[in-house]
């Protein structure tokens, strides 16, 4: 409705409308917020707070009555707007925002209803609103009344009525009294004039709320701005919520992260499988999806919908080298090839894809796990990270060579490590199988050997301080080795393997792997003193989390008793 069926354009005071590839573009005039002088209250019912401006209801008798009659070209519906014969409309959407969500047993999901009004030019502020709080149907049936739904119902009413012509209107035709005549607050809100042709709030966008604590709202917004239409509608959420109780209006924002990591080169189907105790298997894969997915010869299987996921069976061997997938069945050798265009499922539902590093000619297997963490940031203020916990980590992640302080010492502590023995390590003999795989064993993989060099409540104490006493950058330095050495491949030692260059005929500090640099990861977590970065080593597996948004800046939420939650 905000464009003509035959025009690509609409153009008013107030908004500028296109047509383009992906759908409607609105440019409202005012696209930021005005601060100062905003907000103002009516006086009557509930107290003024001293920082909002107090308004007389006689004025706002005037400001309603010239909200519901804005001026004829305001109210010309876009849709017509190319016609000879234009509709000049007042638009209305009625809405159900929830305020209290349901909690089964407890009590039912419950909303309040908010009616939302403007003139047919600004339609796209309704449009804006219902992409966000949605429409609550046509406010003429009886299904669609929330008096005769009490059970779904706050009690509470709001509404909203779009007018941005109102800074126009001038202090002395709204009633507002003259400076003599004004008491200290109107003067200190300036809520009088000395001059006959002063405009209200001097012409400077507002909105105006009367309300009372029956829970009844009626707001005028003088300016076409969407936040503001969005804003006044929380606020109104938490006038209800605050009125209803145990309930809560929360500037909040929320993402499920699911974890990656850097498999190194190889994925032993065997070994995973074992680690998550043999508990997933192809068959129930094939069971659970049906035809969704291709069963192929040899026990995979390909999603029909995206061909581009592979589900491979719980012992299938991914090695980088060969560029291949393997495993054996029933006597037979299967091969497939390892493509970074593709995305292997293992029956557990950890997702294996190939993916070059950022700044190296490098490949790794990725491991994302198949069940996310539900991140709510709950309360947050403005510049609080509402949506910065929806976004990756990877913009502060950067890339840079690794310094190495003492060659042969360095190496002679990094050998001692490696070489180690790690089978007395548990605190308890039976949690571990009295054996353990050597440090640079293909079969381990990296994140394994992060875990054997990380304290941990499962380590006796000793091996524990051991750990502790092992100094930063030689725990980097191994796990370094253990990510580009191939010991069921290169022949010698892996000394033999790592250098660091010679400037000027001495020896440098930046370590290289077969003459290449070591790249390292480091984040950034903020500025030293002096102005410059502060930057902290990360772990050799350590990637981003994957995320998916699931909730920005709005939430309602309830509190509820201990006893109505099982976990």
């Known amino acids: 409705m905000s464009l003509p069926p035959d025009g690509k354009i609409f153009k008013s005071k107030y908004v500028t409308t296109y047509r383009i590839k992906q759908g409607i573009l609105n440019n409202p005039a005012n696209d930021k917020r005005t601060t100062k002088g905003t907000f103002h209250i009516v006086a009557g019912g509930l107290p003024v707070p001293l920082d909002k401006k107090e308004v007389s209801k ?12 804005p001026p004829k070209e305001l109210e010309l519906l876009p849709f017509t707007s190319l016609q000879a014969e234009k509709a000049h409309v007042m638009v209305s959407l009625l809405m159900r925002p929830v305020v209290c969500p349901e909690v089964k047993g407890v009590i039912p999901q419950k909303s309040m209803e908010i009616r939302f009004f403007g003139p047919g030019s600004l339609i796209s502020n309704l449009d804006f609103v219902e992409s966000i709080f949605g429409n609550a149907g046509d406010h003429n049936l009886a299904v669609n009344d929330a008096a005769l739904d009490t059970e779904h119902w706050t009690g509470h009413t709001g509404c909203i009525i779009l007018a941005p012509h109102l800074t126009e209107l001038r202090k002395k035709d709204i009633g507002l009294p003259h400076y003599d005549q ?3 607050r109107q003067r200190q809100d300036g809520m009088c004039w000395k001059d006959e042709n002063e405009c209200y709030n001097d ?5 105006l709320t009367c309300r009372d604590d029956r829970g009844v709202v009626v707001t005028l917004i003088a300016d076409n701005y969407y936040g503001y239409s969005k804003k006044e509608i929380k606020t109104q959420i938490s006038y209800s919520a605050n009125l209803f109780g145990l309930v809560e209006e929360e500037h909040a924002g929320g993402a499920i992260a699911f974890p990656r990591g850097i498999m190194s080169d190889n994925v032993y189907g065997a070994d995973f499988s074992k680690k998550l105790n043999n508990q997933y298997h192809f068959d129930e894969v094939v069971k659970l999806l049906g035809d969704k997915i ?29 560029c291949i997938i393997t495993w054996d069945i029933d006597g037979k050798h299967i091969k497939l090839p390892l493509s970074p265009e ?5 029956p557990s539902g950890n997702k294996f894809q190939l993916v070059k590093h950022p700044t190296q000619s490098l490949w790794r297997i990725i491991n994302t796990a198949p069940e996310g963490v539900f991140c709510h940031k709950p309360c947050t203020v403005s510049g609080g990270g ?8 990877q913009n502060a992640i950067q890339y840079g060579p690794y310094n190495i302080v003492n060659l042969e010492e360095d190496f002679k502590k990094a050998d001692e490590i490696i070489n180690h023995d790690f089978s007395n390590r548990w605190k308890t003999k039976h949690q571990g199988s009295g054996n353990s795989r050597p440090f640079l064993s293909p079969k381990r993989t990296l994140g394994s050997a992060v875990k054997l060099l990380t304290p941990s409540d499962l380590y006796s104490d000793e091996y524990n301080e051991y750990l502790n006493n092992i100094p930063d950058h030689i725990r980097s330095l191994v796990l370094f080795v253990k990510r580009l050495y191939r010991n069921d491949q290169e022949k010698g030692n892996w000394k033999d393997y790592m250098s660091v260059e010679i400037v000027n005929g001495r020896r440098g500090t930046t370590l290289q792997y077969k003459n290449n640099k070591v790249i390292g ?15 902290h080593k990360l772990r050799s597996d350590f990637l981003p989390s994957h995320k998916i948004q699931m909730e920005d800046d709005i939430t309602a939420s309830i509190t509820v008793g201990r006893k109505h939650l099982d976990n």
């Open 58 to 69: 006689v004025a706002f008798a005037h400001l309603l009555t010239a909200a519901v009659n």
């Open 182 to 184: 004004a008491t200290e």
């Open 203 to 207: 012409g400077v966008p507002f909105k």
């Open 294 to 322: 291709e069963v192929m010869e040899g026990n995979y299987a390909i999603d029909k919908t995206f061909p581009d996921i592979v589900y491979i069976p719980e012992y299938a061997n991914i090695e980088i080298d060969k």
């Open 342 to 346: 593709k995305t292997y499922v293992h």
């Open 386 to 393: 509402k949506s910065e916990i929806s976004k990756s980590m």
């Open 521 to 535: 990861s480091y984040v950034r977590i903020g500025f030293a003193q002096e102005g410059n970065w502060l930057l």
